[in-house]
């Protein structure tokens, strides 16, 4: 059975350039990047190099830059390791920490953790188009706020949140800014001085690049410099920010696929969103189908579907060769609505029908029209039975 794959933003496979870069850090340069010996001194260079080409094009600083395992971390690393500093700093400053019902279930749990630490969490709007209310984000963007996250892209969707505005609201109360990257890095045109970023993660996996292994940009300088509690110690690495032995294998295919994902954009982005939207007309044209958010901004590769006169399991099990999400990634097993969708306003029972498609740098047009009779035939086949 020849799959058709439809989940890239899950994840993606790895692109033949960065296995070719990756490559001689298995056989040749295999050493560790912490030893003071001449073969640890060339793979620190290779690490150099990546952190460069991880931080060129968002306009950072190479040490402006974290490795990690992966986007989960990174954002821990970002929300608890703020908050553990600033409580063992002075225990009595900022207390509120604000995001978003939408948000990936990484950014919703560490939140969700540190109101265990007595920390005030809250929670902003958005619409049924899934965009954020920046009038409910003033409001709550009080001077004891301490941090606003707010992911770039949403994972589930697609919805593209308005960072600059949401920036400049959380930066006038004198908050730290942290945008989620995850589906955004490689994707989109990123500059985190153009959008006032303080706090970005992203992940290898989603951009062509190995999975167990992610990173998390950290403003380095200026007002809105921030400094992190490492959450992993033992051994200084990371200039003590994460400590471990480098993952220079994770870190030089991280390097290579978010350097050859910024540069391809402005050819993959075109083909993507056209073979993405030859997916939704024909959806369009099924009745008691919903595309979420496609009356906001999105980015071009991601497409929610509620299903609401058929159940989504059912539709699913006609497509057996169809790989896809039923909400995000991270919860493909669980049976519970998607939170983005109950923020938007959906139903619970909508909620709970929907799947997500994504297509990517290897889907062909073969691949879409494939999937388009798919469920073109097996919706039909269940529309006359109800």
């Given amino acids: ?95 509120r920490i604000i995001s978003v019902r939408s948000e990936h279930s990484a950014v919703r749990d560490a939140v969700a953790r540190c109101a265990e630490l007595d920390y005030d969490e809250q929670w902003v709007s958005v619409d049924h188009q899934g965009r954020v209310d920046l009038e409910h984000l003033a409001r709550l963007c009080t001077p004891d706020t301490l941090l606003v996250s707010v992911m770039m892209v949403n994972n589930e969707t697609g919805v593209i949140q308005d960072i600059v505005a949401i920036s400049a609201i ?26 006032g970023i303080d706090l970005m993660p992203w992940s290898g996996h989603k951009i062509y690049g190995p999975k167990g292994i992610g990173a998390l940009y950290v403003r380095g300088g200026g007002e809105h410099a921030v400094t992190l509690e490492p959450m992993v110690v033992g051994g200084g690495q990371e200039r003590g920010v994460r400590s471990g032995t480098m993952n220079v294998t994770g870190i030089v295919g991280l390097g290579a696929a978010s350097e050859i994902s910024c540069a391809d954009l402005e ?54 060769d169809v790989c896809c999400s039923r909400g995000s990634a ?38 879409v029209d494939r999937l388009i009779a798919g469920i073109t035939q097996t919706y039909a086949g269940l529309q006359s039975h109800t």
């Fill in 267 to 320: 050819s993959d982005a075109p083909r993507i969103r056209a073979l993405r939207e030859r997916f939704e007309v024909a959806l369009r044209t099924l009745d008691g189908v919903e595309i979420c958010g496609d009356g906001a901004p999105r980015g071009y590769n991601i497409t929610n579907v509620v299903f609401h006169t058929a159940r989504v399991g059912d539709v699913l099990a006609g497509i057996p």
């Fill in 1 to 95: 059975m020849h799959l058709i794959y439809a989940d890239y933003a899950a994840t993606t496979p790895v692109d033949p350039r960065v296995v070719e870069a990756i490559t001689p850090t298995l056989t040749e340069v295999y050493y560790n990047a912490s030893s003071a010996h001449l073969g640890g001194m060339m793979a620190n260079a290779l690490v150099a190099k990546a952190r460069k080409r991880c931080a060129a094009p968002i306009g950072a600083q190479p040490d402006e830059i974290v490795f990690t395992s992966g986007a989960t971390e990174s954002i821990n690393l970002a929300i608890q390791g703020l908050a553990t500093l600033k409580q063992l700093q002075r225990p009595d400053a900022r207390r």
């Fill in 170 to 195: 959380a930066h006038a109360a004198g908050a730290v800014m942290m945008s989620d990257a995850t589906q955004a890095y490689g994707k989109m045109p990123v500059n985190v001085h153009e959008l």
């Fill in 330 to 367: 991270c919860h493909g097993a669980s049976t519970s609505p998607s939170a983005a969708l109950l923020a938007m306003g959906f139903s619970e029972a909508a909620a709970g029908n929907a799947a997500r498609f994504s297509f990517g740098r290897f889907t062909t047009e073969a691949d």
